[in-house]
């Protein structure tokens, strides 16, 4: 568990940002794995070809971020606003010392031996950083930038729900709905994980970043020149890459079958916040079945919950929504071509 400090300062301090270099850095993580989620098959089919044509080089991005449990932390805490630009991270990425590039590169390794391309970088000094900054953009012209104008929405979307979480029902539920491993405890941050660390805001506050690559993993970065940053899975994901809705139907039968029917009707229609009593209404069943099938999926990381005055509401999570989107299918034909 990362267990982080937040004084009053800190709160004050808490602003959303935008970071099209983390997309790049999460995006790349995806591909380095080479286990790519359903969410994110369209993406894949429609850059995966693209990238083998174009002058991006693959071989020192794998060096970069070679899909181990540790990505560089310069791709991440360079997001200062919503208006952040690809052009203004890569001129951070460019500036950093030959020395924490060689210190980035031993670590993603996680005990490895350096590549040849790693290597390479180190002995270029101080061209190694330009040389990945200019990697990563051309990387970036190719598989983010086409599809920004898809992504921006989506992350628009999540900070004006996140605010509206704020105002409604205060800094500690809107925290705690950023990931379902993400809770506040008095002062303290706590971002469930299997890695241990304690950090200390110390006054400098955080910066929050939706993201929708990072899915469904949570990046937090300590400060170094400035607040820490925490780049978490946006809400409504799943909807990036998919068609217009009219084309695209959720095979309840599916979706019943690896849940069970009354749970995926649930799912289904927690688009929008409800509480136990409105779902019981809207699907015709018993407030203590809907009740128990709500327990189940909370536990399930599927939905999550806040007190809102006398009522408990609930919404699906992230998870929740990759999982329906995943079981979507054209809807038939009813006219048969020969």
Request: hydrophobic share 45%; aromatic share 6%.
């Amino acid at each position: 568990m990362i267990q982080i400090r937040m004084r009053q300062a800190d709160l004050g301090r808490m602003r959303f940002a935008f970071s099209p270099l983390a997309e790049v850095g999460e995006s790349l993580y995806l591909l380095a794995r080479g286990r790519i989620p359903p969410v994110h098959r369209a993406w894949y089919e429609q850059v995966e070809p693209k990238l083998a044509k174009a002058n991006v080089d693959t071989a020192m991005l794998r060096a970069v971020i070679p899909g181990t449990p540790f990505v560089p932390s310069y791709l991440f805490d360079s997001a200062s606003s919503p208006a952040t630009t690809i052009e203004s991270q890569l001129d951070v990425v460019a500036a950093i010392s030959p020395d924490l590039l060689r210190e980035k590169l031993e670590l993603v390794q996680n005990g490895e031996p350096l590549t040849p391309e790693a290597h390479r970088l180190i002995a270029a000094g101080s061209a190694g950083p330009p040389l990945v900054a200019d990697a990563l953009h051309r990387y970036w012209r190719v598989a983010i930038e086409p599809f920004w104008a898809r992504i921006r929405p989506v992350l628009d979307d999540d900070v004006a729900f996140r605010a509206a979480e704020l105002t409604r029902h205060g800094v500690e539920a809107m925290l705690s709905g950023l990931h379902a491993e993400i809770s506040l405890e008095g002062e303290e941050l706590q971002i469930g994980t299997r890695f241990s660390a304690q950090e200390d805001l110390a006054g400098a506050g955080l910066v929050l970043v939706p993201s929708v690559f990072t899915w469904p993993n949570i990046v937090f970065v300590p400060g170094t020149r400035g607040p820490s940053t925490l780049t978490y899975g946006a809400r409504g994901v799943g909807n990036v890459w998919g068609r217009p809705p009219d084309e695209y139907v959720t095979d309840e039968d599916a979706l019943g079958a690896l849940i069970g029917r009354s749970r995926a009707a649930i799912l289904l229609s927690l688009e929008l916040p409800l509480s136990t009593t409105e779902l019981s209404v809207q699907l015709g069943q018993s407030p203590p079945a809907v009740s128990q099938h709500l327990a189940v999926l909370r536990r399930s990381g599927l939905v999550r919950s806040w007190r809102n005055g006398r009522s408990v509401l609930y919404r699906r999570t992230d998870l929740a929504d990759s999982v329906i989107e995943a079981h979507r299918s054209r809807p038939q034909n009813d006219v048969a071509s020969y």
